[in-house]
Structure formats: C-alpha cells, structure tokens
C-alpha cells in the first residue's frame, strides 16, 4: 500500500502462523496484507454494526412481563 494521507500507520503483531497465511493470500490474491486485514477489520466492524442495530431495534420493542401478556389476552377475549 503506497503512502497516503488517507491512512494511517500502526504497528500489529501476529502469531507467525497467521502472519504467514495473510502473506500467501496478499501474494495470491495480488494485493497487500494491509488491504486485506482492512478489509477483515471492515467486514467484521459491519456485523457489528448491524447486530447493534438489531440490537437496538429490539430494545425499542415495547417489554412486557408474561402477567401483562396473559392479562391482555384475556382481556381481548383471547382466553
């Protein structure tokens, strides 16, 4: 990856197994280990991202205790 204002540079460590892996697929797929490893970082922040949506979504569900639900029933003619 060529030097750009847009990025900035960090130090990581991998075990060499991993760091191994990542140079084969850089090589083979013809591209650097630090653009796969953002992608990596991108693609796992984005299941994040949507799993705090969902998260969030629910969270605006109204909550109701099983004494309410029961007593709704009933009171809708349900039971």
């Not at 990581?12 to 990596?40: C, M, Q, T, W």
Request: aromatic share 8%; glycine share 2%; proline share 3%.
């Amino acid at each position: 990856m060529k030097k750009n204002p847009r990025y900035t540079r960090a130090t990581v460590y991998f075990v060499p197994d991993i760091h191994k892996a990542l140079r084969l697929r850089a090589a083979e797929s013809g591209v650097s280990v630090s653009e796969l490893v953002n992608e990596a970082l991108k693609e796992s922040l984005s299941e994040d991202a949507a799993d705090l949506d969902a998260f969030l979504l629910q969270q605006d569900q109204m909550n109701v205790s099983f004494e309410q639900f029961i007593c709704d029933l009933r009171r809708r003619g349900r039971l």
